[in-house]
């Protein structure tokens, strides 16, 4: 009997204390007592104590329970702690609602706007590139009316087109007198180069199929830069207009107003090149100045490409002290610029129109036409040069 009284008063002993137990949780009875017999239940005013748990590995603890009036408690080692259940509960529970809201986040973007993936998809911006055969475009221009320009633009064309090359002649005159010099009535065109800068209309759709092709002209352009004047980028009307048929021929010869207006601005942004036809007198060369003006003004904001590749002299008679002294003036002035070639009067020239034809057509052995063919060579060689 007292064998069994002092095994029950160390058990008793043992039972760890409700203070104790809320103080140290995790604090396990040792494994020695695991197999004894119940511990005794606590009376009803205490609290109860934590429900023990499954047996853990032992681990070294430090801390000594000690109890007022009852001897220290024996020291055991304690498991390692196991995440509670419902913590890890909760955790999971974050991590899906984390993921959750990142996934809304991302369609949310999706649909307010691009993020750096979109922007790495898109195209980057690529220069167009040229055409291999883009076509040389001169432009016929003296504000000066009367020299030759109509002429010189039709009769070079064909001669360039006899020595086998394409050619294209545009009539950007409100006059239309290249179109009539083709045996094409301008009154009765019923789309003309107005629809192509006014409508951005094709140019294929106003080219006529004569000794060359020729983009006609109608009275309707003499309203075209009034008409013009809202349009966003007017100056490069026929520059996109050119677009389409570049690659189908290899000179593009444009007849001029007499004017500096948005019509001759058209030509200019759209040439490379520039040949200016001179009447071999004083009045005439003065508008090579204003010309001159104009030309730089498109060079340094329209189009830094166009270049004068020569002055023509027209209408020259060596029997006058007057048309020389002009010759000598214009090579003491421009030098190289001035072709070699010389456009004397002829009766012709005024002929030819009447007939629908150029003069290489009209009298293909005249002197006149050999005036034209040599310009073409000379043309041909890249200049007055």
């Known amino acids: ?13 043992q039972t760890p ?6 103080a140290a949780p995790e604090t396990t009875a040792p494994a020695a007592t695991a197999t004894a017999e119940a511990p005794v239940r606590p009376e009803a005013s205490e609290p109860a104590p934590a429900p023990v748990t499954a047996p853990r590995a032992p681990e070294p603890t430090a801390a000594v329970e ?7 408690a024996e020291t055991a080692p304690s498991a390692p702690a196991e995440p509670v259940p419902v913590e890890e509960e909760l955790a999971q529970v974050e991590e899906e609602a984390a993921a959750e809201e990142t996934e809304i986040r991302l369609k949310a973007a999706d649909l307010l706007g691009p993020n750096r993936r979109d922007f790495d998809t898109l195209p980057t911006h690529q220069t167009p590139e040229k055409p291999v055969d883009m076509a040389d475009v001169i432009s016929f221009a003296n504000q000066k009316g009367g020299v030759a320009k109509t002429t010189s633009t039709l009769n070079l064309a064909v001669a360039l087109s006899e020595l086998g090359n394409r050619v294209l002649c545009i009539d950007l005159d409100p006059q239309g007198n290249l179109t009539m010099s083709q045996g094409i009535d301008p009154d009765k065109c019923d789309k003309s180069m107005y629809d192509v800068l006014v409508h951005d209309l094709p140019i294929s759709e106003v080219i006529a199929h004569r000794e060359i092709d020729i983009a006609v002209a109608s009275i309707d352009l003499a309203g075209a830069e009034i008409a013009m004047s809202t349009k966003i980028g007017r100056e490069r009307s026929l520059e996109k207009a050119l677009k389409e048929v570049h690659p189908d021929y290899d000179y593009i010869c444009i007849d001029t107003p007499p004017s ?5 601005i058209n030509a200019l942004t759209a040439s490379n090149k520039v040949i200016v036809p001179v009447q071999c007198e004083y009045l005439s060369m003065r508008g090579l100045v204003q010309l001159q003006s104009t030309l730089t003004m498109i060079q340094e904001n329209l189009n830094p490409n166009v270049h004068i590749e020569g002055i023509l002299p027209t209408m020259f008679d060596s029997r006058t002290l007057h048309a020389r002294e002009a010759v000598s003036i214009l090579e003491e002035n421009f030098g190289d610029l001035v072709f070699k070639s010389r456009i004397r009067k002829a ?3 005024a002929e030819a129109p009447v007939r629908g034809a ?13 005036y034209y063919r040599n310009l073409a060579k000379e043309v041909l060689s890249d200049g007055s040069s």
């Open 1 to 13: 009997m007292r064998i069994l009284s002092r095994k029950n008063h160390e058990s008793t002993k």
């Open 17 to 22: 204390e409700p203070e104790a137990e809320m």
């Open 66 to 72: 000690e109890s007022s009036g009852s001897a220290p």
């Open 260 to 264: 500096l207006g948005l019509l001759t």
């Open 347 to 349: 009766v012709k020239f």
């Open 358 to 370: 150029s003069v290489l057509k009209y009298d293909p052995d005249s002197r006149a036409a050999s």
